[in-house]
Nanobody
Framework: QEGLVESGGGSVQAGGSLRLSCAAS????????LAWFRQAPGKEREGVAA????????YYADSVKGRFTISRDNVKDTVDLQMNSLKPEDTGMYFC????????????????????WGQGTQVTVSS
């Protein structure tokens, strides 16, 4: 089984939508947390959305609340990120992440909580 493999990135105009998918079969049923992060050029990686198995809840960065939705596909073993009303500031490399043991509710959007990472998929939003 492969690790985490992202797909679905691309270029879109502001106001448009994209759906990212992360193939996560190796970690889908064992991870305590599954998440999406992003990194813009010259900036630190930031947590965008995460799913915490312990409480069955999803968490979002304030900057994407109401626009992005994280979901799990139990048939395909993927973690998807639906991104609507995209803004130029959403531009960046988007990464899928997973952790089995060291991720908790208070750290679901923190980079340090995740051990496994995908290679990323680029999202570019033009104004």
């Amino acid at each position: 089984q492969e690790g985490l493999v992202e797909s679905g990135g691309g270029s879109v105009q502001a106001g448009g939508s994209l759906r990212l998918s992360c193939a996560a079969s190796r970690y889908f049923y064992t991870s305590n947390c599954l998440a999406w992060f992003r990194q813009a050029p010259g900036k630190e990686r930031e947590g965008v959305a995460a799913f915490y198995r312990g409480l069955g809840k999803s968490y979002y960065a304030d900057s994407v609340k109401g626009r992005f939705t994280i979901s799990r596909d139990n048939v395909k073993d993927t973690v998807d990120l639906q991104m609507n009303s995209l803004k130029p500031e959403d531009t960046g490399m988007y990464f899928c992440a997973a952790d089995e043991y060291d991720c908790y509710e208070f750290s679901v959007l923190k980079e340090s909580a995740y051990k496994y990472w995908g290679q990323g998929t680029q999202v570019t939003v033009s104004s």
